[in-house]
């Protein structure tokens, strides 16, 4: 038995012993592997919830609700407000903290409600390793991980799911768009829709694994090293510009440290980085 047959078995283990289960489901690798493993073990004692809100890409929406439909994975949407927080809209350091919060407090009541034993959510080992404020918000309502409860990394992940025939195993990461937005800028409906207009019309391009960051009046795009040769030209350079500028940036910016997750956090202070109040 390889290492990961063995976390594999430990994940089936882990979720049988749950009994019934509500999976936070985003339609990424992480919650969509959860998801299918969760519905492998138990059958219709499981549920995927899929939350569906203005941070959410319509495309990813549909790309979510399709992988469910394609597994014959039960699904439920719901709603939720976290634009109505205004700790949320403020756009601090710990905005992931208040939209996982959010999240589930909603399914946490749909749990109760449905007489399921457990939420669980997309935690993998390397996670633990990044700052992550929405992980306060998993403890503190008691959502399990099983994922990282098996010891499963990130590569692991996407071997399992790539053996399983899952679609999604090398889907690029996608965090929500308001993470585009840059700390203390107002996370709004409009801001949204820029960064997600601009990114579907750099995808319609052929870029691949990249990120549109909002700065106001500046996008600045970020691009994945091995997809950057590629996009070096001027006359590439001028269609991304026009792509970016229609979403409703005046001016567009391409960093040239390339495509990284998390990069807002960058100009985060280190003492935060590290502080258990917000990780």
Not at 192 to 210: H, I, K, S, T
Request: hydrophobic residues 45%.
């Amino acid at each position: 038995m390889t290492e990961t047959t063995g976390k594999q078995t430990a994940l089936e283990d882990g979720l049988r012993s749950l009994g019934s289960v509500l999976v936070a489901y985003s339609g990424g690798v992480d919650s969509a592997f959860l998801a299918w493993a969760a519905h492998q073990v138990l059958g219709e004692r499981m549920l995927a919830v899929l939350a569906d809100s203005a941070s959410l890409a319509r495309s990813h929406y549909r790309d979510a609700q399709a992988f469910a439909e394609e597994n014959a994975i039960p699904l439920l949407v719901v709603e939720t407000q976290e634009l109505e927080h205004e700790a949320y809209a403020a756009n601090g350091p710990d905005r992931c903290f208040h939209c996982k919060d959010e999240l589930f407090s909603v399914l946490e009541g749909e749990r109760a409600k449905r007489n399921f034993a457990a939420v669980a959510y997309g935690l993998n080992v390397d996670d633990g390793k990044d700052f992550r404020p929405g992980q306060r918000a998993a403890r503190e309502h008691r959502v399990v991980a099983p994922l990282a409860e098996a010891g499963l990394t990130k590569a692991e992940i996407r071997a399992l799911a790539q053996a399983a025939r899952l679609r999604v195993w090398d889907k690029p990461a996608s965090a929500c768009l308001s993470s585009r937005i840059e700390y203390g800028r107002r996370v709004t409906p409009e801001a949204l829709r820029q960064v997600e207009d601009a990114e579907e019309a750099l995808r319609a391009l052929g870029l691949r694994r990249f990120r549109v960051r909002h700065h106001g009046s500046v996008a600045r795009i970020e691009i994945a090293e091995e997809e950057m040769g590629a996009v070096l030209t001027p006359e590439l350079f001028a269609r991304m510009a026009a792509a970016v500028r229609s979403a409703g940036f005046p001016y567009v910016a391409v960093d040239c440290d390339g495509y990284r997750s998390g990069s807002m956090n960058e100009l985060l202070p280190a003492e935060m980085l590290a502080s258990p109040r917000v990780r």
